[in-house]
């Protein structure tokens, strides 16, 4: 408003009649008072009033007359940027209109209702705020999905293969094929069945030649041990392997189960038995050297006890798969070692003390 007020005043002076002659002679005297104020000071300092009087002369003069000015052209320019900086800066300042802005707890909360419910849509999400207290918009809800970037519900509702196997997990049995080669360089092959909802390995059975018939009797052998231990099994997952034969899937079928073939060149699809393989490797067959079917199969049966009973498993809290609740630690006991295949495997138990 001030800088305003400066230039039209200006405006009013020049067109005003004046005598040319004492104004040159006015300005000649300015000049050179000028020039022994500036012999005498070293730095001059500008008051912010001083700065904007000569930013609203500098459109007035003449380029040749800058050079009788104190401060250099480029500073004066500064000045002027500075004041048209200010009063659009103003504007900035005042308060704006329209809706508040949204807490961030409410939006860490549209967040996750859409990630813990892949079916919801924007108008489901707002529904359960408005439960909740919260009144937003069913276009701040896709707002704050899209920032977070959330894909709409009709591309988060297909089903992932891990929440398909999580869902699943209480009917679902994985099984696969490896392979152990003996001292005598002959090739056995191990087949395996893990229950995934308990992790653990429910049947393991190792032969020379797995032909149709064999992994079909495999099959029938794990169908009885199942129906005893009361597990309903409704989905069979095995890979594209050509050693599981139509019969065996058949026979799984026939209990009403489902088996899903996973797809070529995914061994992730069945994570859950190659990460089993994987431990059997490591952990006791690495470690040996198997000299014939027999051998393998009493290896296996004591890894497969050790694996169910005695490991620690991440997946169950770190308590072995076939635990049932955490141990009561009481006073006045012992702690013993059990070695399984001379001690490779080896499982520490609590014993109490005899009085």
């Not at 012992?334 to 080896?346: D, H, Q, V, Y």
Request: net charge positive; with cysteine; hydrophobic share 45%.
């Amino acid at each position: 408003m001030l800088y305003s007020l400066i230039r039209v005043v200006l405006d009013a002076i020049a067109t005003s009649h004046s005598n040319e002659a004492k104004l040159k002679a006015e300005v000649l005297a300015l000049r050179r008072q000028v020039q022994v104020l500036e012999r005498q000071i070293k730095r001059v300092r500008w008051e912010p009033g001083d700065r904007m009087i000569l930013a609203a002369l500098r459109e007035r003069l003449p380029r040749s007359a800058w050079a009788a000015l104190l401060v250099r052209p480029e500073t004066v320019l500064g000045w002027h940027r500075e004041l048209v900086r200010r009063r659009w800066a103003a504007y900035r300042g005042r308060p704006r209109t329209g809706r508040p802005p949204l807490a961030d707890a409410v939006r860490e909360l549209i967040v996750r209702m859409a990630q813990e419910n892949p079916r919801w849509g924007y108008f489901r999400i707002r529904g359960e705020l408005l439960k909740l207290g919260y009144m937003v918009s069913a276009t701040t809800v896709r707002s704050v999905l899209r920032r977070s970037h959330v894909p709409p519900a009709d591309r988060r509702s297909q089903m992932s293969w891990r929440q398909f196997l999580t869902a699943h997990a209480e009917s679902l049995v994985a099984t696969d094929f490896f392979t152990v080669d003996t001292v005598f360089f002959k090739r056995l092959y191990v087949l395996f069945f893990v229950h995934l909802a308990t992790r653990r390995v429910v049947a393991a059975a190792c032969t020379a030649e797995p032909n149709s018939a064999w992994v079909t009797q495999q099959a029938r052998n794990l169908s009885w041990k199942l129906s005893d231990e009361g597990i309903n099994v409704r989905v069979v997952i095995h890979d594209r392997d050509r050693k599981f034969a139509r019969s065996f899937d058949t026979v799984f079928e026939a209990e009403g189960a489902r088996v899903i073939v996973t797809p070529l060149m995914a061994p992730r699809a069945n994570a859950h038995a190659e990460r089993w393989v994987g431990s059997a490797r490591r952990e006791c067959l690495d470690w040996m050297l198997i000299v014939s079917q027999r051998h393998l199969e009493t290896v296996l049966s004591e890894y497969c006890a050790h694996y169910n009973d005695e490991r620690p498993h991440r997946n169950c809290g770190l308590r072995p798969p076939a635990s049932r609740g955490a141990p009561i630690r009481r006073p006045g006991v012992t702690i013993r070692r059990r070695a399984r295949l001379g001690g490779l495997l080896s499982d520490y138990s609590a014993t109490s003390i005899a009085a």
